[in-house]
């Protein structure tokens, strides 16, 4: 059974960087299109980017291009989101995906709070 496990949340202040990553195992990582994506209190959950499977293409939403890159390891099975930049309105519960033709998995999150 596939599986995803994030890591790297934590507290930061406003103006500071995280590397979040994403650990697969379970499946055949370098087959999976992988996404991120982020979950603040009381919003919907909303798609931050993602990468493809060989990692030649990456596409971000608006608020976080500039800030935020994606990248993956194909050789250790990881997914990376480098955040920096960071803002209050990035705190979330960030996930990370993994998609190939019908199948898909999901990690369990990991917090990231930016506050002073």
């Known amino acids: 059974q596939g599986q995803l496990v994030e890591s790297g949340g934590g507290l930061v202040q406003p103006g500071g960087s995280l590397r979040l990553s994403c650990v697969a195992s379970g499946f055949t990582f370098r087959l999976y299109h992988m996404s991120w994506y982020r979950q603040a209190p009381g919003k919907e959950r909303e798609l931050v980017g993602a990468i493809s499977n060989t990692g030649g293409n990456t596409n971000y939403i608006d608020s976080v291009k500039g800030r935020c890159t994606i990248y993956r390891d194909n050789t250790l099975n990881t997914v990376y989101l480098q955040m920096n930049s960071l803002k209050p309105e990035d705190t979330a519960v960030y996930y990370c995906?993994?998609?190939?033709?019908?199948?898909?998995?999901w990690g369990r999150g990991t917090q990231v709070t930016v506050s002073s």
């Open positions: 995906k993994g998609t190939y033709n019908s199948y898909s998995y």
